[in-house]
């Protein structure tokens, strides 16, 4: 936990705008210099729910949500229910402020919308006594009234904000140029008022009594806001990808909304289906017939591409799918991260199937895997899925702008020209000899696509001989199938050795433990890893994004270089562990597991914490919500 | 200049350039009305100046489903109920290409008829052909969505509780803008019925009733048929919505009374194509989407030049 940072929590309710005014302060900090990194909480409801929005930023790097947070902006929900009523879902009209004290530091601020927030609410949470214990400075401050005044009442995030300047003694100089990105005319000039006004009265009725105040920093080059879902979506755009098909579902919909809003000026088509079989079904079509396409959902709707999957295996069409996963099981949480799907991602779709699957664990790699995953589909005719979850998707980051100054990819790989398909070889008939195992590369026979002069042939899920045809001949039977597995060791092999790892490592190389991890509980881990070095500790960590094909090399030398090693994933059943025992087939006894699954993700004090009680072996319990897995044999 | 050549191809056509030279020979039961689809798509394709190559047949699973195994053009045999999705997309991606769609009656109807439901309704332009046997014969024998009440299966012993689905109902109120029946004992008729509908710039329903001889033998040949264009006893005008719909539910009705109707219920030469009203609205670029990937000269945009957003 570090003093020189800040994370700024502006809680609510769903629908009451905190996600577009965190975005446009979130940027504003990144504006002044600083390094970002927000977390986004919201209930699976369009109005009213406990919501919070948590902005961590700091000179220093950020690769996580952080510890707790250190400034509250409680402002009330304006669609919460009759708080009169015993309510299922108590009493919601105080929850900005009421549920979100415990994670609150010692020597925190709180601002509180006192428009929504009343008194006797007040006195029941018993505030007074519990900031004096914890040392919090509360600031009541009427944002409602205030923005009724000069605007209209929604305008209260725009006050808030503005006392939240205020008491950091941040300059509003960037804060402004975003609102007049987003807005015009009255309503800009309503919330310029409002944003000045709640700053001014700040800094009149107040002597301020906190320590905390808006880190200072600087960039050395020009940052870009962006989630998880806009490099993938930007991934796919580089990589030529030019046709989507989907159906909504959270937390997908963001790479679907996005690639559907900029592909009309980019040439390229979206589709809104009737289900997830269709959706994965077009983009098997599409790419049948020759455009770079993408499909993708989350876990139910991933489900329903179960089918179409293995027919894009077993035909070699070339395939991105994109699971976006959420905690379940079945509609489980639908707002909350989980990294629960991993198993289903890996095994769905019967028969000996392949596919091959990337998983992300921050930003910048969401953007290479899904290039990665384009390329690899396109040159060896394989399914390849990039696994990610809602905590990814939704996280957004700084990232230097020239990342993304790159050279397309448009290519489809071993797509034959109708030139090359003259040359190539045919049946007695002039059928192209589509699947000929006989002078295939790595496994991959090149394709032609229809329309195309001397290409024709036939596509089936069904067993089929050279030029498609439906064939149970036990010879070609084998040699099919071989064919189709090596691709999987060829893939293997040119990640091993033509291309940069894709795992990420962490910490001193002789280290004496180690913490492994995948997707995107990478950057809790390698901040953990850095505190426990600091604690005195000797501990390194090794970050997967192959799921598969699986880089045994890699992960067998880690785990053998230390004494034991922590497996850490958001899910309940250990799914990554039990996969680096099935690849790797021994060390059983030196793997343990830090798993947490009630729907928040991993925060790096959670990680030490597990770490001393697991592997430091002291004797206690973990005081955090999450479960330790011993070796085998313990 | 064009990656795809054999489309627009103008020479002329032998019909046995629609044969595979070699194997395979169908393996459709003798007297099975899937010959009379694969019959008439080889006559239809030629006069309606297709070249193999520039044809994609996509089809889904069951005995109907190997029609692309028989017919020397693209093929593509998906997986169960799936043709649809995987048709349209393919002409959503090179619209140049001939699209044909087929499959049998529960293939369409039952596992894949929420795809048949929104592909009429999107009116892609394509043919859809639907072999309408009235049971599943490739898992021999089970009651099917268009089966009769009262038809008796080893799945229903005692007899289909269902009355059966009504498929040109179903097809005019999705929206599909061509709507046909015909039969596999009537070859000419079915012919001429494929060639409207490979003509036809919209989704073009056929529901072909194929008799199964060996797993329904109830429904006989579906003879005698009656052409409802020929025949004096119906008057109806197939540009008119309520009457082709009237015209449809009573073809539907007699059916399982031993009254056969065919010929064409409906057809909307107006209604836009789906690829039409996508490039309407800005979301679907003039020039085929495949071809792109080809042209040496294509500009390709970057996510960089979207990062002003995000700064």
């Given amino acids: 936990m570090s003093d020189d940072e800040l994370i700024w929590r502006i809680a609510g309710g769903s629908g009451d705008g905190i996600d577009s005014t965190s975005q446009n302060f979130a940027k504003a900090l990144m504006r002044s210099g600083l390094n970002v990194f927000t977390h986004r909480h919201y209930p699976s409801r369009i109005r009213g729910g406990h919501t919070y929005v948590e902005i961590r930023a700091a000179a220093h790097e950020v690769q996580s949500r952080g510890d707790g947070y250190n400034f509250l902006l409680a402002l009330g929900d304006s669609f919460a229910r009759n708080p009169q009523e015993e309510a299922y879902y108590g009493n919601e009209e105080i929850k900005p402020l009421s549920e979100n004290l415990d994670d609150l530091r010692e020597g925190g601020v709180i601002i509180y919308d006192e428009g929504l927030i009343g008194e006797d609410d007040i006195e029941a949470l018993d505030l007074e006594a519990r900031a004096e214990e914890n040392d919090w400075h509360v600031y009541p401050l009427d944002l409602r009234g205030l923005a009724k005044e000069h605007g209209r009442e929604v305008m209260r995030n725009t006050a808030g904000v503005g006392a939240t300047a205020a008491l950091l003694d941040m300059e509003l100089e960037h804060i402004e140029d975003l609102m007049e990105d987003a807005m015009g005319g009255d309503v800009l000039e309503a919330n310029i008022e409002i944003l000045h006004e709640a700053y001014d009265s700040v800094n009149e009725e107040y002597e301020f009594n906190h320590d905390l105040r808006a880190p200072t920093g600087e960039h050395d080059a020009e940052q870009a806001l962006l989630s998880g879902s806009n490099a993938i979506a930007y991934g796919a755009i580089d990589a030529g990808c030019r046709f989507i098909s989907g159906y909504p579902m959270t937390p997908w919909t963001d790479v679907f909304t996005i690639l559907s809003q900029n592909f009309p000026d980019m040439g390229g088509v979206s589709e809104q289906v009737e289900d997830e079989i269709a959706a994965a079904a077009l983009a098997v079509g599409a790419s049948h017939a020759g455009v770079k396409a993408m499909s993708g959902s989350s876990g139910g709707g991933f489900a329903l591409m179960s089918e179409p999957l293995g027919l894009a295996e077993m035909t070699e069409t070339p395939l991105v799918l994109i699971e976006a996963m959420r905690a379940g099981p079945s509609t489980g949480m639908p707002t909350k991260p989980e990294q629960g799907d991993l198993e289903h991602v890996l095994y769905t779709s019967q028969g000996d199937s392949q596919r091959v699957v990337f998983a992300p664990g921050n930003i910048e790699e969401a953007y290479e895997q899904t290039r990665l995953a384009f390329d690899i589909a396109w040159d060896y005719q394989i399914p390849t899925i990039i696994i990610y979850d809602q905590k990814l998707s939704g996280e957004n980051t700084n990232v230097d702008v020239e990342f993304f100054d790159r050279e397309p990819s448009p290519d489809l790989g071993s797509t034959l020209t109708e030139e090359e398909l003259r040359e190539a070889a045919h049946d007695n008939s002039g059928k192209f000899k589509r699947f000929n195992h006989e002078d295939a590369e790595n496994g991959v026979a090149p394709r032609s696509l229809p329309g195309q002069k001397d290409g024709r042939y036939l596509a089936t899920g069904n067993e089929h001989n050279p030029v498609g045809h439906i064939s149970e001949d036990p010879d070609n039977r084998v040699h099919q199938m071989d064919r189709r597995l090596e691709k999987l060791e060829s893939i293997r092999e040119e990640l091993d050795e033509e291309r940069e790892s894709t795992q990420t490592y962490f910490g001193e190389d002789d280290a004496e433990y180690g913490i492994i991890t995948w997707g995107s509980s990478q950057g809790a881990v390698e901040e953990a890893i850095e505190r426990l070095n600091e604690n005195g500790h000797s501990v390194k960590g090794l970050s997967v994004s192959d799921m598969v094909p699986f880089p045994e090399r890699e992960v067998t030398e880690f785990v053998e270089s230390v004494d034991e090693a922590m497996v850490v994933e958001m899910n309940a059943t250990a799914q990554f562990r039990g996969l680096l025992q099935k690849e790797l087939g021994r060390f059983g006894e030196k793997l343990t597991s830090l798993l947490k699954y009630n729907g928040n993700p991993f925060e790096p004090a959670e990680i030490v914490e597990g770490y001393e009680v697991n592997l430091a072996d002291e004797d206690r319990e973990p005081t955090a919500q999450v479960r330790i897995e011993p070796a085998a044999g313990d | ?311």
């Fill in chain 2, 1 to 311: 200049m064009s990656a795809f050549n054999a489309i627009g191809d103008e020479r002329e056509i032998d019909r046995d350039e629609y044969t595979p030279g070699i194997e395979p020979q169908p393996t459709w039961c003798p007297g099975c009305g899937d010959f009379g689809v694969l019959k008439a798509l080889k006559q239809a394709l030629p006069e309606a100046g297709k070249t193999p190559e520039e044809v994609l047949t996509v089809t889904g699973i069951g005995c109907s489903g190997k029609l692309n195994s028989y017919l020397d053009t693209y093929g593509f045999h998906t997986i169960h109920g799936r043709a649809l999705p995987v048709a349209r997309a393919a002409k959503l991606a090179n619209p140049e290409l001939e699209v044909i769609a087929a499959g049998g009656d529960g293939d369409g109807y039952g596992i894949g008829g929420n795809h048949f439901i929104h592909s009429a309704r999107e009116n892609h332009d394509m043919t859809y052909i639907v072999f309408n046997n009235e049971i599943f014969g490739l898992t021999k024998g089970q009651t099917s969505p268009t089966s009769p009440k009262g038809h008796k299966s080893k799945t229903q012993p005692s007899g289909s509780a269902k009355t059966p689905l009504r498929p040109l109902s179903m097809s005019l109120n999705a929206g599909a803008s061509y709507v046909a029946r015909t039969a596999a004992v009537n070859p000419n008729q079915a012919k001429e019925i494929i060639k409207e509908a490979i003509e036809h710039d919209g989704f073009a329903h056929i529901d072909f009733l194929t008799q199964c001889p060996t797993w329904n033998k109830d429904a006989r040949q579906y003879v005698p048929y009656i052409d409802v264009q020929e025949s004096d006893d119906y008057e109806f005008d197939t540009t008119n919505r309520e009457e082709a719909a009237e015209m449809m539910r009573e073809t539907e009705n007699v059916l399982n009374e031993g009254t056969v109707l065919t010929g064409r219920y409906y057809v909307d030469e107006d209604r836009p194509s789906y690829s039409q009203e996508k490039k309407a609205v800005g979301e679907m670029p003039d020039q085929p989407l495949a071809e792109r990937y080809f042209d040496d000269d294509a500009e390709w945009e970057r996510s960089y030049d979207l990062l002003e957003r995000h700064t």
